[in-house]
């Protein structure tokens, strides 16, 4: 059975930190990424890391980038988002997705499986 598990959410100042883990069982996928989806809103595209780690992309238009990191850890099938100096505007219920193929990074479609998701939520 294919699960994507994840877990480190919770309630955080803004400027602090938060890491959240996503592990995966039941396949090797390809790559993964981090989508968000605040209340009210439409799920939202973050980060993205290919199968060997190499290539990792951002949504730029979120200022995610330079605060976020994403990166994996094969051996322990884990992939983790380091969320620093965060925002109130990062309130959001995070998704990690993990696929098979290749395809537009961004694009939720392209993606078999997804977790249940975690709750982070930033005061001001």
């Known amino acids: 059975q294919v699960q994507l598990v994840e877990s480190g959410g919770g309630l955080v100042q803004a400027g602090g930190s938060l890491r959240l883990s996503c592990a995966a069982s039941?396949?090797?996928?390809?790559?993964y990424a981090w989508f968000r989806q605040a209340p009210g809103k439409e799920r939202k595209f973050v980060a993205f890391i290919s199968w060997n780690g190499r290539a990792t992309y951002y949504n730029y238009k979120d200022s995610v980038k330079g605060r976020f990191t994403i990166s994996r850890d094969n051996a322990k099938n884990t992939v983790y988002l380091q969320m620093n100096n965060v925002k109130p505007e990062d309130t959001a219920n995070y998704y990690c997705a993990a696929r098979i193929y290749g395809g537009a990074y961004y694009d939720e479609k392209m993606y078999n499986a997804w977790g249940q998701g975690t709750q982070v939520t930033v005061s001001s």
């Open positions: 039941g396949r090797t996928f390809n790559s």
